[in-house]
């Protein structure tokens, strides 16, 4: 039987853990005191006297002890709250000794301080809840209101020519204003992911808004007292005044904002000559489209908060529960009945309006976006968790073991016919090799993935809510490792049988296209657009690399410089596919010209441009935020890469011409962008190195049990960023290929950067744990404003 404690550790919300009841503290103080009676109890033993044994008898089987009244062991008093924003404070009183009385005393004192906080907090949170339904309902009968006239409008101008070629809209007088609505920048980042959520229900509507509707705006936030930002238009419907904001998230609606800034500009210089019918501003359906998604996807994280603050409340109650019957049991006192009452009747047990807007929301959910279907609706209000299938582990370990047995094969051919020796086999090397280092290091990178999302689960990281995953969709750790072992077993297998056929005597011309039809399989399979092998995964792998290409142009989520951060610890297999797709390309294989791309013009300027890209990227999502967000630490960030690029520019150079001063200037530019990098990665993203922390170097919130794991990452890590001394020192392994030291090497920056995920992720989940953010804050379309505005 699972213990209490683990079960309520297991089910607990993650980032409010610090505020539910400290269960294992309060464990140790009923700890304390049974130690303490355990050791009077033989002392009492011995001065038990016998008429005392059958008076204790006589009580357990006879009426005697029913007439003596049991005394009341405690006490609780209620303090009134000073303010509505507070809550009743409770405080208990031990009228009765204890074998331990101080141990006692320390137990309801840290119970009484336990009980406060969830009352607070509790409060706290569904106040918030409840504000932000309120304004959700607003947003829902405004919505009401304008999709109804949007009908009556139609069925009032009836169907013609016209309306079969522009969308049917309705117009409302501009109140033109130049102030403009702030945003928080993290009230914007679940909105991509829940429109991905509702893609299906809305294939017939156009996901990218046209570039000249006025309303859109573009939001930036304010830094040091300055908001970036495009002015808004207010419109009036239902006297209302209205002003709509649609969050500038993708390429269509950066241009379509700034189209409206210019466009703008035009209007309010002409408005005043031209009348008011100039200030028209139409609402189509598309515009409408775009703000039902908004309140719908603000609907399922309100719904996902008051879910949480459901099981929130049920586990506090259940734990005051479990500990006062232990204490009880180590007491042999009645003080369940007494506190349970008191637990029973504060505000976090005795409050239902949280329990009423759930119900609530999701009959509105049910009516206005499932079309009455509420097993419809259930799908995105509590979607269920995919079921592990136990085929998935059984095909895991025997593509795991093919793996091994094909790879060893591999190794013994290649060994036999030297291939990987100093004097080895050029043309084998130069064409073959670079696929097998391809698969061997993304692979390698999407194991450790798994590998982290493992220990993720079991350290209670909620990488799903940071990355905004769908629960539904998102890959296990087995699924990773499924994917892993099932694709290196197709490509062993496959560059076996091209060195078998080559041992056989085939030529180079028979068998050279087995390794291009290999990655070109891979791409086939990445790009397929058949719900087979994990479609929608490789479709949101496809749209993150999208966004990291255009990354000026896409606001920037966590999961976007995530996965750039990726990229740039794989610049050599960057440079890989580049080579291998020239040489595939231009039809060099015919010949095994493998020279041709390597030395032409284009292929070296290429090169250059593929080892600064990844860099470049990330350089331009720092940007990107800082123009968002106003925070200079973006700026800071965008200096590090601005480094890396310099150093990795320097690198190039010293390869093309290795002379004494490219050599001291690749030193000089690799050491700063090193240490540059070191300070960030221990600081700024793994958030250690804290001076006056608890734990010595380190911080004071650790996820892992064991520090030493912390300071072996830390030295792990210095010695895994100083891998470019390979560079200067030219050190190979002896009679071993230098292709074979540079895959070494490029897997070593894999296995870095596997570490790095994992307390990159831990930082932001503590982040998230201090601010007690569980649930995205989706932004609003509709915002009333006064007339004054």
């Given at each position: 039987m699972v213990k209490f404690s683990k079960q309520f550790e297991g089910q607990l919300v993650p980032e409010?853990?610090?505020?539910?009841?400290?269960?294992?503290?309060?464990?140790?103080?009923?700890?304390?005191?049974?130690?303490?009676?355990?050791?009077?109890t033989n002392s009492k033993k011995q001065k038990t006297s016998f008429s005392n044994l059958i008076i204790s008898s006589l009580r357990k089987h006879t009426f005697l002890d029913n007439k003596q009244r049991e005394p009341r062991v405690i006490q609780v008093h209620r303090k009134l709250a000073a303010s509505a924003s507070k809550t009743d404070m409770y405080e208990t009183e031990l009228l009765e000794q204890v074998a331990d009385t101080d141990a006692a005393v320390d137990f309801f004192a840290c119970l009484d301080l336990q009980l406060n906080k969830v009352n607070q907090f509790y409060r706290t949170k569904e106040k918030e809840?409840?504000?932000?339904?309120?304004?959700?309902?607003?947003?829902?009968?405004?919505?009401?209101?304008?999709?109804?006239?949007?009908?009556?409008?139609?069925?009032?101008?009836?169907?013609?020519?016209?309306?079969?070629?522009?969308?049917?809209?309705?117009?409302?007088?501009?109140?033109?204003?130049?102030?403009?609505?702030?945003?928080?920048?993290?009230?914007?980042?679940?909105?991509?992911?829940?429109?991905?959520?509702?893609e299906k229900d809305d294939m017939k509507s156009s996901e990218s808004p046209k570039s000249g509707e006025l309303e859109r705006s573009m939001r930036m936030k304010q830094g040091d007292g300055k908001l970036k930002s495009v002015s808004n238009c207010m419109i009036n419907c239902q006297g209302k005044n209205l002003r709509i904001c649609i969050p500038v998230t993708n390429p269509a609606r950066t241009f379509s904002a700034i189209?409206?800034?210019?466009?703008?500009?035009?209007?309010?210089?002409?408005?005043?000559?031209?009348?008011?019918?100039?200030?028209?501003?139409?609402?189509?359906?598309?515009?409408?489209?775009?703000?039902?998604?908004?309140?719908?996807?603000?609907?399922?994280?309100?719904?996902?908060?008051?879910?949480?603050?459901?099981?929130?409340?049920?586990?506090?109650?259940?734990?005051?529960?479990?500990?006062?019957?232990?204490?009880?049991?180590?007491?042999?006192?009645?003080?369940l009945p007494i506190y349970l009452?008191?637990?029973?009747?504060?505000?976090?047990?005795?409050?239902?309006?949280?329990?009423?807007?759930?119900?609530?929301?999701?009959?509105?959910?049910?009516?206005?976006?499932?079309?009455?279907?509420?097993?419809?609706?259930?799908?995105?209000?509590?979607?269920?968790?995919?079921?592990?299938?136990?085929?998935?582990?059984?095909?895991?370990?025997?593509?795991?073991?093919?793996?091994?047995?094909?790879?060893?094969g591999y190794v013994i051919m290649a060994h036999i016919t030297g291939m990987y020796r100093s004097k080895s086999d050029t043309v084998y090397m130069e064409t073959v090799y670079p696929v097998l280092s391809i698969f061997s290091t993304l692979f390698l990178h999407l194991f450790l993935y798994g590998c982290n999302i493992f220990v993720w689960r079991k350290t209670r990281i909620n990488y799903s809510f940071i990355f905004e995953l769908c629960p539904t969709k998102e890959l296990k750790y087995r699924d990773v490792f499924l994917i892993c072992t099932s694709s290196m077993i197709t490509v062993v297998g496959?560059?076996?049988?091209?060195?078998?056929?080559?041992?056989?005597?085939?030529?180079?011309?028979?068998?050279?296209?087995?390794?291009?039809?290999?990655?070109?399989?891979?791409?086939?399979?990445?790009?397929?657009?058949?719900?087979?092998?994990?479609?929608?995964?490789?479709?949101?792998?496809?749209?993150?690399?999208?966004?990291?290409?255009?990354?000026?142009?896409?606001?920037?989520?966590?999961?976007?410089?995530?996965?750039?951060?990726?990229?740039?610890?794989?610049?050599?297999?960057?440079?890989?596919?580049?080579?291998?797709?020239?040489?595939?390309?231009?039809?060099?294989?015919?010949?095994?010209?493998?020279?041709?791309?390597?030395?032409?013009?284009?292929?070296?300027?290429?090169?250059?441009?593929?080892?600064?890209?990844?860099?470049?990227?990330?350089?331009?999502?720092?940007?990107?935020?800082?123009?968002?967000?106003?925070?200079?630490?973006?700026?800071?960030?965008?200096?590090?890469?601005?480094?890396?690029m310099l150093a990795a520019g320097a690198k190039m150079a010293y390869e093309k011409e290795k002379t004494v001063g490219w050599l001291c200037l690749v030193v000089i530019m690799s050491s700063a962008a090193t240490v540059y990098q070191l300070y960030w990665d221990f600081v700024k993203d793994w958030g250690l190195l804290q001076f006056n922390s608890k734990n010595p170097w380190l911080r004071d919130e650790l996820v892992l049990r064991h520090k030493f794991i912390y300071y072996f990452s830390l030295g792990l890590n210095l010695v895994l960023r100083l891998a470019w001394l390979q560079t200067v020192f030219h050190y190979n392994f002896e009679k071993v290929d230098y292709r074979v030291t540079m895959l070494f090497l490029a897997a070593l920056e894999v296995v870095r950067r596997g570490q790095w995920n994992f307390y990159r992720l831990e930082n932001e989940h503590l982040n998230n744990a201090g601010k007690f953010r569980a649930v995205k804050i989706v932004p609003l379309p509709f915002h009333e404003v006064d007339d004054q505005d």
């Open positions: 409010w853990k610090e505020a539910f009841v400290d269960y294992w503290h309060l464990k140790k103080a009923v700890k304390k005191i049974h130690i303490f009676n355990n050791q009077n809840f409840l504000e932000r339904g309120e304004s959700l309902l607003k947003q829902m009968e405004i919505l009401t209101e304008l999709k109804a006239a949007l009908k009556q409008h139609q069925r009032a101008k009836g169907p013609s020519s016209q309306d079969l070629k522009e969308e049917e809209s309705i117009s409302g007088t501009i109140s033109c204003d130049e102030e403009s609505i702030k945003y928080a920048a993290t009230t914007e980042t679940g909105l991509e992911n829940m429109a991905r959520e509702f189209s409206y800034l210019l466009w703008d500009d035009l209007v309010n210089q002409s408005s005043k000559k031209c009348g008011p019918e100039r200030n028209k501003l139409h609402i189509n359906k598309k515009k409408l489209h775009h703000a039902e998604k908004m309140i719908r996807g603000a609907f399922v994280e309100l719904y996902k908060g008051l879910g949480y603050l459901k099981t929130y409340r049920n586990l506090n109650m259940l734990a005051f529960v479990k500990i006062l019957k232990k204490f009880d049991k180590v007491t042999n006192k009645q003080v009452r008191v637990v029973e009747s504060s505000f976090f047990n005795s409050s239902d309006k949280a329990l009423k807007l759930a119900d609530e929301v999701e009959e509105l959910f049910v009516k206005h976006f499932a079309e009455e279907d509420k097993r419809k609706a259930m799908k995105y209000l509590r979607p269920t968790q995919r079921r592990e299938s136990h085929a998935v582990t059984f095909f895991i370990g025997l593509f795991a073991g093919g793996f091994i047995a094909l790879f060893v496959v560059l076996f049988v091209h060195l078998s056929l080559m041992a056989k005597g085939y030529s180079y011309a028979q068998v050279q296209a087995i390794p291009g039809l290999l990655l070109l399989a891979f791409i086939i399979v990445l790009i397929c657009p058949f719900n087979v092998i994990y479609k929608s995964s490789r479709y949101r792998l496809l749209s993150v690399i999208r966004n990291i290409v255009l990354s000026p142009l896409y606001k920037v989520l966590m999961l976007d410089f995530f996965m750039a951060d990726q990229l740039c610890s794989q610049v050599p297999t960057l440079r890989n596919i580049e080579y291998i797709a020239c040489y595939y390309i231009t039809g060099s294989y015919k010949t095994q010209d493998y020279n041709y791309c390597t030395s032409t013009t284009y292929y070296k300027d290429l090169a250059y441009a593929v080892s600064f890209l990844p860099y470049y990227w990330r350089a331009l999502q720092c940007a990107r935020r800082w123009f968002d967000e106003g925070h200079k630490s973006h700026l800071l960030n965008l200096g590090k890469y601005v480094s890396a």
